[in-house]
RNA sequence: GGGCGAAUAGCUCAGCUGGUUAGAGCACCUGUCUUACACACAGGGGGUCGGGGGUUCGAAUCCCUCUUCGCCCACCA
């Protein structure tokens, strides 16, 4: 009985109270903050948080995200970089209006009911008492942001930044203002950008309709169309002008049905003979391809649908809209079009027809293109920075195919609609007199008060601007741009930008080119796009589909190092990540059983070690240590370099741009994970734990050896394995008798190579594979588990003066009374061929199953035999002996030799066992 | 319509520039409550590398083709 030690740990992980012990302790003693001064002597590495929506609910993409940020961050924080992750929010412009936009329609009330001023006010009246909430579920699983640096896209600092690039484009000749068709929410009551508008494969109606011609009614022309109700809004037919069913038609008029509007046909290239009819309604003020032919024959645009999606005669249509469809909804009037035209025999056809159609990024609702005033951005200048930051190897994207991607949009880079008609984000810096002086409208940083031409009074730009416009600024506007703050001396550009592929063109490239515009480099040398969560059926992880999982429900049921655990071993790069909603435990088992296995390392570990302070291994003699020793040092070194290999490297070598060799390596977290993994459980903890505990029992000097090799070991295992699981690896390295006092595990030093190799360790190597012999047949022949057997390892002489202290020490793993020989004693017994010509043998008289025995033999010579008959042929064959590489041809034969001796022993002993 | 990617064990995936007896984790089967851990330990089964053709001494790996999935882009009236 001993008595209860004082050290011990409590026999289950605590994560609840763990967790809520060490983040507080880290924040206060200021592990995450970066220090701008620090970076000039180490190594800044910087990643800037993909800003969630201010008023966003921590799911399951979040906690993917943020945990690959912070496995990357923890391990360079580590390393002796200047480690800076940058946390904040995204205003979000049109996702935080729409939700109060509800609330005040729960409460009967629209926006323009409020005003505008009122409206904003009660916005950031709601941001501030709610918003930003997720950020502290981000601490909850572990995120090692610097919080002091918290940003957000509306505060003043990031706004001044928002204004300087509008301005500076400006001054640039970037940003214009355009009369042209964008796409439009109707229900937003906003434009979208061209990403912001997305495609949804639908099935809809080809509706093909007859125009009379104006001056001979026994003609007509059929149009194509899937929305018959612009027809109202016709001023034109195009034509192929190559088409010869529709050439001689080409300057004449037909009238429209239902208004009697009498326009032209038009020869138009557009217009592809083989779609539909092979001729084109043309409805310049809404479809955006309709107005650059409109343009091409200067043709009128009349606007016959609203802000709202009603159509009516909305602008230079007068006589446009008959009365009985003036105020109906746009789909209202697609009907009723449809079946008066039907009533009125312009009706030729419908068929079915695939498309895409365009729908609202953010409610969903179908798009509409309309004609209007819009503030752009000429990206073609701005693409060009940012493709040869990729070309140049500046930049890098993983998984690597996405590279072509990013090539593919920004070479077909399209200029950005960045105004919004909606209230809540940052005013256009761009101010009108009222009193038409005309002084051109004035682009200000600051705001503008009177006009500078006639000193009357100014207006300024009903429009707000994209979210997009202001988080493309983000890796810098967060670090004090246009100010040359320390931060951005020391900390741009940054290293890793990490997040979905999903917004790539809406935010990645976006920096790229703001980054390469503004401060002549990319943000970031590195894109690591990881995968999407999704459910077993591989559906993404939705609100509207119910499937998605709370991570806060894990943390408190798994912890947070479970889920994280979780998130990092099942993530291949660019791999999704499966897990099952209905089934958590299927899904954060893994987690948590891997922390509870390490909880009992540790907690059997640190109570053999105990207390008393240990020898830096450094110290130790050589020669004092013993095979198990050299081998888990060299298995800990292993470990090291592969998750080195697995994570790195961090940056370019030269810092300034990838060369090919180096390009497409490193963040391989599962990788990572695994090799961390492998060596403490299954290294560590299986064997040379298993081996060390007679060491452990005894007095004197190998005992100091044994604790201080245990003590080093699991200091590095904790040590790699802090990234991914910092609470429990902090909680562990508490303990260690080495461990400084006022340390952490999340501020010391990532382990390295101590590159000290010891021929020894493969005697360690041997004596394993002998081991698991031993077991083999025992299970095999179903031996009693408690029961003890003899086991005589033959072999030379030499091997076996070597083996002898290994196999005294872990015979007890394979609970067998191990004896050496120089020959094999034969007889009634189970053999096992090891490398090196070793055999061990099994004497179990009456213990063994003779004829199962000689089946396995049996089994493992025709296996052997072959793959040896395979070999000799590939060796017999002169082709493969005078062609392939004599390094190849010479492994093979002895290959050959090595399997005709062991085939050889097979049939001794088949022959012993009397087969 | 264009482009890209994937197809390897029941599941999720590694297998880099062609030369292994094709791997890992999980799942599965058998045994064990062996004094840190049954959320564990020990042992084990399982793949003609999607089909077909080609190049080569040699192909999971390179080429062609077919099939099936996925992603991105597009001026799909």
């Keep these: 009985m001993t008595a209860p030690d004082p050290n011990s740990l409590p026999t289950t992980y605590d994560a609840a109270s763990t967790e809520a012990a060490w983040y507080p302790r880290w924040t206060e003693h200021g592990v995450f903050t970066a220090d701008p001064a620090r970076a000039a002597t180490h190594e800044p590495f910087v990643i800037v948080i993909p800003p969630p929506n201010v008023t966003a609910v921590l799911h399951m993409g979040h906690g993917l995200n943020n945990t690959v940020q912070d496995v990357l961050i923890r391990w360079r924080r580590m390393a002796g970089d200047e480690a800076l992750w940058v946390p904040g929010t995204d205003h979000a412009g049109i996702a935080t209006q729409n ?146 069913r529709y050439q001689a038609m080409i300057g004449k008029d037909v009238i429209l049905p239902l208004n009697g509007v009498r326009i032209p046909i038009v020869g138009d290239t557009y217009t592809d003979p083989a779609f539909g009819s092979g001729a084109v309604k043309i409805t310049p003020a809404h479809d955006a391809n309709d107005f650059e032919v409109g343009k091409r024959h200067a043709l009128a645009t009349p606007v ?230 999704r459910d077993m059926q591989h559906r993404k992880m939705s609100k509207s589909l119910g499937n998605g999982i709370d991570p806060l429900d894990v943390v408190r049921l798994y912890g947070a190092d479970a889920l994280r655990w979780t998130m990092v071993a099942g993530l291949g790069l660019g791999v999704d990540v499966m897990l099952d909603p209905t089934d958590l435990e299927k899904s954060f088992a893994p987690g948590r059983n891997f922390c509870t296995k390490l909880w009992n390392i540790g907690r059997f570990l640190l109570s053999r070690v105990g207390p008393e302070p240990v020898k830096p291994v450094a110290s130790l003699d050589a020669a004092s240590l013993t095979a198990a020793d050299h081998w888990i040092l060299e298995r800990l070194d292993a470990a090291i370099a592969d998750c080195d290999a697995a994570l790195g490297p961090a940056r370019p070598a030269d810092l300034s741009r990838w060369t090919d060799a180096e390009r497409y390596r490193g963040l391989r977290l599962s990788e990572y994970a695994e090799a961390a993994r492998r060596f403490v459980w299954n290294e560590l903890a299986d064997w040379y734990l298993e081996s060390v505990k007679p060491r452990l029992a005894t007095e004197g000097d190998d005992r100091e050896v044994a604790r201080a090799v245990l003590a080093h070991a699991f200091d590095g295992a904790l040590r790699l394995l802090q990234p991914v699981v910092p609470f429990i690896t902090e909680e562990l390295w508490q303990k260690l008798p080495q461990t400084p006092p006022n340390a952490f595990i999340a501020q010391a030093a990532w382990p390295v190579v101590r590159a000290q190799a010891s021929g020894s360790a493969a005697v360690f190597e041997q004596a394993r594979e002998a081991v698991q012999a031993i077991r083999q047949v025992r299970s095999e022949n179903n031996v009693n588990p408690g029961a003890w057997v003899d086991a005589v390892v033959v072999g030379p002489a030499a091997s076996r003066e070597a083996l002898t202290p290994v196999i005294e020490t872990i015979g007890g793993l394979a609970r067998a009374r191990v004896t050496l020989a120089e020959q094999n004693p034969g007889g009634a017994s189970a053999q096992v061929l090891l490398s090196g010509g070793i055999e061990v043998v099994v004497p179990l008289a009456g213990m063994i199953d003779l004829d199962k025995e000689k089946q396995r033999l049996q089994t493992e010579l025709a296996q052997l035999e072959k ?32 399997w005709r001796t062991r085939a050889g022993q097979l049939r001794d002993k088949l022959q012993a066992l009397g087969a």
């Design 99 to 244: 939700v109060v936009e509800k609330q005040i329609a729960a409460e009967g009330h629209s926006r323009f009911d409020l005003g505008r001023e009122a409206f904003v006010q009660r916005v950031a009246q709601f941001v501030d008492k709610t918003g930003g909430e997720i950020l502290n579920q981000l601490k909850s699983i572990g995120a090692s942001a610097d919080w002091t640096r918290t940003a957000y896209t509306f505060s003043p600092e990031l706004s001044r930044s928002v204004r300087e690039a509008f301005v500076r484009l400006h001054e640039d000749g970037l940003v214009y203002k355009g009369h042209r068709v964008i796409h439009w929410c109707p229900r937003c009551g906003t434009s979208l950008s061209d990403e912001e508008a997305e495609f949804t494969d639908t099935t809809g109606k080809l509706y093909h309709l007859r125009y009379v011609l104006a001056d001979d009614p026994s003609q007509s022309i059929t149009v194509a169309t899937t929305r018959p109700e612009t027809m109202l809004g016709d001023v034109a037919v195009a034509v192929n002008p190559d088409d010869e």
């Design 304 to 533: 016959i649908i609203d802000a709202e999606g009603i159509v009516r005669e909305v602008e230079g249509a007068a006589g446009r809209v008959p009365a009985e469809l003036s105020g109906l909804d746009r789909f209202a009037a697609r009907k009723a079009i449809v079946n008066l035209l039907e009533a009125a025999g312009a009706l030729v056809k419908i068929e079915n027809h695939q498309h895409s159609v365009r729908h609202c990024y953010r409610c969903d609702t179908v798009v509409e293109p309309r004609l209007s005033d819009q503030w752009f951005v000429r990206m073609q200048p701005l693409a060009d920075k940012a493709l040869a930051a990729l070309r140049t190897g500046e930049l890098r994207i993983l998984p690597e195919r996405w590279e072509a991607v990013y090539v593919n949009w920004l070479e077909g880079i399209r200029d950005w609609n960045i105004s919004r008609q909606i209230w809540w984000g940052h005013r256009v810096p761009v101010w009108y007199c009222n009193a038409s002086c005309g002084h051109a409208p004035i682009v200000s940083r600051t705001d503008v008060t009177s006009c500078p031409g006639c000193n009357g009074t100014v207006r300024q730009d009903e429009d707000v601007l994209d979210t997009w416009f202001s988080s493309w600024l983000w890796p810098f506007s967060t670090l004090g741009w246009p100010d040359k703050t320390p931060d951005l001396r020391a900390f741009y550009p940054g290293d890793v930008l990490v997040t979905a592929p999903e917004i790539l063109f809406f935010w990645v490239a976006r920096m790229v080119m703001s980054g390469c515009w503004f401060l002549d480099k990319a943000p970031f040398h590195t894109v690591y796009l990881h995968g999407t969560v």
């Design 867 to 898: 793959q040896l008959g395979a070999l000799e042929g590939r060796l017999a064959n002169e082709g493969f002996v005078a062609k392939a590489p004599p390094a190849v041809v010479e492994a093979e034969r002895a290959k050959a030799a090595d």
